[in-house]
């Protein structure tokens, strides 16, 4: 019997946090491609301490529902989980390249593939790109468009900007976007200048976050300009200094995100059959991204 | 009364001889059925019924007659099955499975057992074929017709049901006692059924199941404290006296229903109430862990004499207005009702009186005023 747990953050005050997790493992279950599906969280339930007791399944693949390795990665959730002996160096990553490790978790004494975090894998350049066709309503959109990746920035994890640079580094290479910047809240190049980085006047927004939250909602709407005030929403597109800025929101809400974190289990061996195509047409169509 | 079901099934009878085929003795609840290889013949025994050397026709008529023994095993060995331990022994716990011969609980079944699992309401029924249907809605709720309800059949509807409380508001803990009414889950099969509960109040079935067996595994304050990382790296500062307040302040039934089990560490009990839910609690939680390290800052400043001078309701009300916020009482306060201390009338009069421009007390002595006010940082 195969299990999928996705770990993700959750939050005590804001139930958008944990939204998107929920939606991509009921996208999951939806279309079968495990006997089960979990879902635990460091502030919600169940808790990381506690979702393995509720897994039935024999291979059992956990996969981090974020962005970067680090802190959380390396060393809450392999802690919470009582993933037994765990080492970051299991993972031989160079901050970008955790794939998998198979470890024993001690509260089940059962073993577990634990993999590295969806934001680093290279599918989640695919989920930016789609988050871009959503918030245009243009399965097309590139020509004339630029195209900016939002992070955090490295004050809290400089494997963050290390995700950012990639994805941003593989979407320039797809040649399909006529210009593309990674943009940081809290270290240069900032996105609050966002109109300075690009010719193009029309500009797609995508920060590399995993759920919509204080930062993607009222931060960077506000630093970029889209409005004075996020409680009163803002335009997509927005106009600001002569450019068209279509701010696409978190992209970890994007139904395609379903398939990164399909690819990571099957990277670590999970027999998932044709469960990617099926998600990647599945959730080709989402809705148009909303701002409000 | 016994509420014999008429029939069997052909593929419950057909589960039944393959199962006596292959493991030549069945026994489960009061039926006991033993193959005889040598004669090929059966022994069949009930409560009631005695028989042996059966013929396989003989038996089948047997089973048709005591067909309640007959489903009841069907139900748990073919439906259930022993796959998940906890599963199994909740479903049980809903039917008293353990206390009740089978007679007397399918009577029971015909009307219905329910079970209060925190502020949920479970009854079991029986479906035609011996299968147990299961019912869930709010305890609060027990009296409403189900046609007023709204209704649900998927598990994963418990999830946004519990998300916010009747007033709109988040819930962060999901064992918190403010599930909100109005729903019902109908005609749940035993696996959604389990669902359902697990979604509601995640893994409380697995902690339940852990400590009847004796092997729930209990994180105590220290354990908790000592393994807390970043942020919260700070929290084993908190002395006992204060962890006492903690688990006084979030860990009884009127915040959580969950039975707090864990104490300050192994030798050393905490003396707040721990609550009386059904489901224990093994170690702090998140919630506990998050708002610990608030008060593990606040615990280090020193306190320091202030005079205010309040008049005797004053003081009172001051006192009110803490009850009403810690008791989440301040909604239940009527607009117009000015004989509560925490009504908001009274507490506009209050601040117009008794506080400053900038929102703070008026000290008695304005030469010793503090000016600390400023340190008044948000954090999460």
């Known amino acids: ?292 | 009364m016994s509420v014999t079901l008429d029939s069997i099934e052909p593929n419950q009878f057909d589960a039944f001889l393959s199962t006596l085929s292959s493991e030549d003795v069945i026994a489960f609840d009061d039926l006991y059925v033993r193959y005889e290889p040598k004669t090929d013949t059966y022994e069949f025994e009930t409560n009631e019924i005695t028989a042996s050397r059966l013929s396989e026709s003989e038996l089948h008529e047997q089973a048709r007659q005591a067909s309640d023994y007959l489903t009841n095993w069907w139900f748990w060995s073919e439906v259930v099955g022993d796959e998940v331990p906890h599963l199994f022994a909740f479903l049980r716990f809903l039917e008293d499975g353990d206390e009740h011969p089978v007679v007397d609980r399918y009577a029971a079944l015909a009307d219905g057992m329910t079970k209060a699992w925190g502020q949920l309401q479970i009854t079991t029924t029986l479906a035609q074929d011996g299968a147990r249907q299961y019912e869930i809605r709010h305890v609060d709720d027990h009296d409403s017709s189900a046609s007023t309800l709204d209704a649900y059949s998927d598990p994963l509807s418990a999830r946004d049901i519990s998300t916010f409380d009747g007033k709109g508001r988040y819930r962060p803990l999901r064992t918190a006692p403010s599930l909100p009414t109005g729903w019902v889950f109908t005609e749940l099969s035993a696996r959604d059924a389990y669902e359902t509960v697990d979604t509601f109040y995640p893994a409380t079935i697995a902690n339940w199941y852990r400590e009847h067996q004796g092997t729930i595994d209990i994180d105590h304050w220290r354990d908790t404290a000592e393994r807390q990382t970043g942020i919260y790296g700070i929290i084993d500062e908190l002395a006992y006296d204060a962890v006492e307040h903690v688990a006084a302040t979030c860990c009884t039934d009127s915040q959580c229903l969950k039975r707090r089990e864990w104490q300050y560490d192994e030798e050393t009990p905490l003396h707040a109430e721990g609550g009386d839910g059904i489901f224990p609690c093994r170690e702090p939680c998140s919630l506990v862990v998050a708002a610990a390290r608030k008060w593990t800052t606040l615990e280090r400043e020193e306190t320091e004499t202030y005079t205010f001078e309040l008049t005797s309701s004053e003081k009172e009300q001051i006192e009110d207005i803490i009850h009403a916020v810690a008791d989440d009482e301040t909604d239940d306060i009527r607009e117009a009702d000015v004989y509560e201390g925490a009504n908001r009338y009274r507490a506009r009069f209050l601040r117009e009186k008794r506080m400053d421009e900038h929102g703070h007390l008026i000290e008695a002595d304005a030469g010793h005023g503090h000016s600390d006010h400023e340190q008044d940082t948000h954090e999460e």
Not at chain 1, 11 to 24: Q, V, W
Not at chain 1, 96 to 123: K, N, Q
Not at chain 1, 208 to 231: C, K, N, R, S, V
Request: proline share 4%.
């Open chain 1, 1 to 292: 019997m195969q299990s999928l747990v996705i770990v993700a953050h959750g939050s005590h005050l804001n139930p958008d946090s944990s939204a998107p997790t929920h939606d991509h493992a009921d996208t999951i279950r939806s279309i079968g491609a495990f006997d089960e599906v979990r879902t635990g969280f460091w502030k919600e339930e169940p808790s990381l301490r506690e979702v393995l007791r509720t897994v039935e399944g024999d291979e059992i693949y956990v996969v981090p529902l974020f962005i970067s390795e680090g802190y959380f990665t390396e060393q809450v959730i392999p802690r919470e989980l009582r993933l037994d002996g765990w080492d970051v160096s299991q993972w031989d990553s160079d901050g970008l390249s955790a794939d998998h490790a198979v470890i024993t978790a001690e509260d089940i004494d059962r073993t577990v593939h634990y993999c590295g975090p969806v934001g680093t894998h290279e599918a989640m350049t695919d989920v930016l790109v789609r988050r871009a066709e959503s918030v245009t309503g243009d399965s097309d959109v590139g020509d004339g468009f630029g195209f900016a990746v939002v992070g955090h920035g490295t004050e809290r994890n400089e494997n963050s900007a290390k995700a950012i640079e990639y994805h941003a580094d593989r979407i320039r290479q797809m040649d399909r976007f006529e210009e593309v910047q990674a943009l940081y809240m809290d270290e240069e190049p900032e996105v609050d200048d966002v109109t300075d980085f690009f010719e193009t006047e029309d500009i797609v927004v995508v920060p590399l976050f995993i759920a919509d939250g204080f930062h993607t909602q009222e931060d960077i709407p506000e630093d970029m300009g889209l409005t004075d005030d996020y409680t009163k929403g803002y335009d997509i597109p927005a106009h600001v200094d002569g450019h068209r800025i279509w701010y696409a929101g978190a992209v970890g809400t994007e139904g395609l995100m379903a398939d990164v974190i399909l690819e990571r289990a099957a990277d670590a061996g999970a027999s998932i059959g044709d469960a990617l195509e099926i998600v990647r047409e599945q959730t080709r169509s989402a809705e148009p991204a909303m701002g409000d």
